[in-house]
């Protein structure tokens, strides 16, 4: 069995509700990711960002073995807000990475999310964790911080979008 299989299917906390992406999230997804605030500190994620990219992510979630994405709902609307998961890799420790759009910025999700999907990984025996952010991202490096990951490597970005930039890499201890 993969890890990516003994991860819950959603993950349910104060104010969020942790869920597999669907198609119906498209266009919610298009308008929260297509903000350049939002894409540029990502690694990977396209801008503009269109309703192909979003119809892409949704369809290969499901189907990427080394991956595993949950869509950061609201538990009241169930509307999509931004994006969480895990990467996996055979010679390093997974990797944790999110996004929340920029409309809710500010409020605590971002740390409640992270909290949930690591709490639920770490249950698991999932362990360590660790998440990579540009060191200029001082939002993102509180999340993280807040959540109980701290420094443990500043290197430089070999991201073609960030090439040379300083970079964190960070592990979620407790």
Do not use: C
Not at 12 to 41: H, Q
Not at 129 to 158: D, P, Y
């Amino acid at each position: 069995m993969r890890l990516t299989d003994t991860l819950p299917q959603t993950i349910a906390t104060e104010r969020l509700l942790l869920r597999a992406p669907r198609m119906s999230d498209a266009e919610a997804l298009v308008t929260e990711a297509n903000n350049w605030k939002v894409l540029e500190p990502t690694a990977s994620l396209p801008f503009p960002y269109l309703p192909e990219h979003a119809e892409g992510f949704i369809t290969r979630a499901a189907h990427k073995p080394g991956q595993r994405s949950y869509v950061i709902a609201g538990s009241g609307d169930d509307r999509l807000k931004g994006v969480i998961g895990f990467y996996f890799f055979e010679d390093r420790p997974v990797e944790l990475g999110y996004w929340l759009g920029e409309s809710h910025w500010g409020q605590g999700l971002a740390p409640e999310a992270v909290t949930g999907l690591v709490e639920a990984a770490e249950a698991l025996g999932i362990t360590p964790i660790r998440a990579r952010v540009l060191a200029g991202n001082a939002a993102s490096v509180r999340v993280l911080q807040k959540t109980g990951f701290v420094v443990i490597e500043e290197t430089l970005s070999v991201v073609e979008r960030h090439r040379g930039r300083p970079l964190l890499l960070m592990e979620r201890r407790r």
